[in-house]
């Protein structure tokens, strides 16, 4: 089955840097690519996603990019602010069984 | 946009009894329900996929007859913990595909406590 890595697993940013999240998955069926923002308690938030179709997006300080043949993907959020801090996840789903499976996760901590 | 309705939010319960989640696809038909464990400050875990009309497929290592799950209308999918332990204290959370935004709907979330 799918098995999606994600790294960091911990990551603070000085607020207004830029913070960077990296996922591998392993198969190359997979062509559906969410992120979540997940607070404590509470239920995944997309964020943004990607389809395999295309090698990036971005929905104003949030981008996330998709290198098929490497079979990662990577989150970009600039100009960061203290209520991004959270714990984000990527994951990934297949067209046949349309499982979604989840990284590891990524505490996200903005340094004001 | 899809809506699933997730209860009861939190649980406790004694060792020994069984609980009931349920999880209500409120503005489309859920053919598919994916139920999540997720421990603390752990990832979620897919545990089964659920399936109108049919049996459920469990996840390697997860324990069907502990874990009951059924999905008996398009828009109902239960998860039944029987025998509880206090090692089945956990997140659960239900997500269903939404076919109208090609992504997934998640339900709120079920704590659950056993003491």
């Known amino acids: 089955g799918e098995n999606v890595e994600q790294h960091p697993s911990t990551l603070s940013v000085q607020e207004g840097d830029s913070a960077v999240i990296k996922c591998t998955y392993s198969?190359?069926?997979?062509?559906?690519f969410p992120w979540y923002k997940q607070e404590l308690g509470k239920r995944p938030q997309l964020i943004i996603d990607?389809?395999?179709?295309?090698g990036e997006k971005k929905d104003q300080r949030i981008a996330v990019t998709l290198n098929k043949t490497a079979k990662h993907f990577s989150l970009h959020i600039t100009e960061t602010q203290p209520e991004d801090s959270a714990v984000y996840f990527c994951?990934?789903?297949?067209?046949?069984?349309?499982?979604?499976?989840f990284g590891t996760g990524t505490r996200l901590t903005i340094i004001p | 946009g899809a809506v699933v309705s997730q209860h009861p939010s939190w649980v406790i319960c004694k060792s020994g009894t069984s609980v009931k989640i349920e999880c209500r696809s409120l503005?489309?038909?859920?053919?598919?329900m994916f139920w999540y464990r997720q421990f603390p400050k752990q990832s979620l875990m897919l545990m089964a996929t659920?399936?109108?009309?049919?049996?459920?497929?469990?996840e390697q290592g997860v324990e069907k007859d502990k874990f009951l799950i059924n999905h008996a209308s398009l828009t109902l999918s239960t998860l039944t913990v029987t025998s509880a332990h206090p090692e089945d204290s956990s997140f659960y959370i239900c997500?269903?595909?939404?076919?109208?935004?090609?992504?997934?709907?998640f339900g709120s979330g079920t704590r659950l406590t056993v003491v």
């Open positions: 997500s269903a595909p939404d076919r109208g935004s090609a992504g997934y709907t």
């Open positions: 198969d190359s069926a997979s062509n559906y």
């Open positions: 990607i389809r395999s179709n295309v």
């Open positions: 994951a990934a789903s297949s067209p046949g069984n349309e499982k979604l499976t």
């Open positions: 503005d489309f038909q859920a053919t598919t």
């Open positions: 659920s399936n109108e009309g049919s049996k459920a497929t469990y």
